[in-house]
């Protein structure tokens, strides 16, 4: 009986090291490739071309016009800043990635007015841009439809078993 006890024991260590390190990460890691390909996915719902009005409606995705904001989307390494807790990003290189996600108001620098050099079209002085998130409400429709959560005890259970 002693011997099972031991190995028991010993059983408990190898998984409570698990736990606290490797499989956290995967864990995090599935998240953070989850919520990139998703929200990858909500860039793709509507399209149109250049110079034209988006089909977009007002707080949906910004539609896509040639697909550089979503290849944009980069993840950064899993991080385990203490045992037990692992951090996954993600999100856009793109500049107006973040002028997409939570809207902003361009003002002009000089005397002149702000304007699209590809169309000609002339804005003013000042031009607002209306939020168009994509990632907030992506990361927020995998946690709702218990996506991700299922992701995360997927991987953490197979890097704890492995």
Request: glycine fraction near 10%.
């Amino acid at each position: 009986m002693n011997n099972v006890g031991a190995e028991i024991e010993m059983n408990l260590k190898i998984l409570r090291r698990r736990a606290a390190g490797p499989s956290v990460r995967s864990a995090a890691t599935a998240a953070g490739r989850a919520g990139e390909t998703a929200t990858k996915m909500a860039l793709q719902l509507y399209t149109h071309t250049e110079g034209t009005p988006t089909p977009s409606p007002p707080g949906s995705p910004p539609a896509k016009i040639s697909g550089a904001l979503a290849r944009s989307m980069q993840r950064t390494p899993t991080v385990l800043p203490r045992p037990g807790v692992a951090e996954s990003t993600y999100g856009p290189t793109a500049v107006y990635g973040i002028v997409h996600e939570f809207g902003m108001t361009i003002h002009s620098t000089g005397p002149w007015p702000l304007r699209n050099t590809a169309t000609g079209q002339v804005f003013g002085r000042q031009v607002t841009i209306p939020q168009r998130a994509f990632m907030r409400p992506t990361v927020a429709k995998l946690a709702e439809s218990g996506f991700l959560a299922e992701v995360i005890a997927a991987a953490f259970a197979k890097s704890l078993l492995a």
